[in-house]
């Protein structure tokens, strides 16, 4: 029995550094990428955007924190954020897909899960970095219109949270096109199209039915009388409905999937 747990608790150990590894090498290989230059540039464009927006109709916006929320969160929620997440999970398929590397993937002594998981991981990671940056900069721009009302902390952390996880639900269904979709541009092209689905999910208050509604309500972008109308617990299950059902998927397939003959 105890050699039994022994050699348990030895292939956990194992697993774990294995997948710790693939995490390590697809993070080096977002760190030596040109898709940072997406990531500074998106987040602080549908800033820049949302506070001049903003800074036009405060006469009517009069909310302050909240409604320079919803101005800035307009465009990043709707499409900058799921279009750099799109972008990052592209990147993370496009080495496999290049020449003959797909065969090289399929002959590793590196389970398929795995490499799965560590590509997830690092855009998780990737999207949590974007989200901290693109609350700092509407900090940054409350600042500027010097609002007499305190910080929302409180509702800034549910945005935060919203932001991330509703994007996990998007990464997750990127992820699944980037894999069996061999061109880097086609699985962006049909994130613009579900963008527009989202949006328009969500403004007629369907936006449990598609990861990019879910990220759109969640953060309250559709208009000033959507913030926080989300029921948390609704948004948390259905979140994790569409991560696990497109991870699901997406190991089916890379289980199933062998070399390539072309």
């Known amino acids: 029995m105890v050699l039994e747990n022994t050699g348990l608790r030895r292939k956990n150990c194992e697993v774990n550094e294995m997948l710790k590894n693939t995490f390590a090498a697809e993070r080096l290989k977002l760190k030596g990428s040109l898709i940072w230059l997406a990531f500074f540039f998106l987040p602080a464009f549908s800033v820049f955007l949302g506070a001049v927006n903003f800074s036009y109709n405060q006469e009517m916006l ?11 969160s307009l465009f990043y929620g709707n499409l900058f954020l799921p279009i750099l997440i799109a972008i990052a999970c592209a990147y993370e398929w496009r080495l496999e897909h290049t020449g003959r ?73 990127q992820l699944l096109f980037s894999m069996v979709i061999r061109s880097f541009a086609v699985p962006i092209g049909l994130e613009l199209l579900f963008c527009i689905l989202g949006f ?22 559709v208009n000033q009388d959507a913030l926080g109308a989300v029921d948390m617990g609704t948004f948390v299950l259905i979140c994790f409905l569409f991560i696990f059902l497109f991870c699901l998927l997406s190991l089916f397939f890379l289980r199933k999937r062998d070399i390539r003959t072309e």
């Open 200 to 221: 328009g999910l969500a403004a007629k208050g369907k936006w449990q039915f598609s990861p990019n509604s879910l990220l759109i309500a969640g953060l309250g972008s």
């Open 62 to 72: 009069t909310h302050q924190w909240q409604s320079l929320w919803t101005q800035v």
């Open 101 to 173: 590397n797909w065969n090289a993937l399929m002959t590793v002594p590196v389970p398929r899960r795995d490499i799965y998981w560590g590509k997830f991981a690092a855009v998780a990671v990737f999207s949590l970095l974007a989200q901290i940056l693109f609350l700092a900069l509407y900090f940054c721009a409350g600042r500027i219109f010097r609002f007499s009302d305190p910080f929302p902390a409180s509702d800034a952390a549910r945005w935060f949270f919203c932001a991330w996880l509703g994007s996990l639900a998007v990464a997750a269904m």
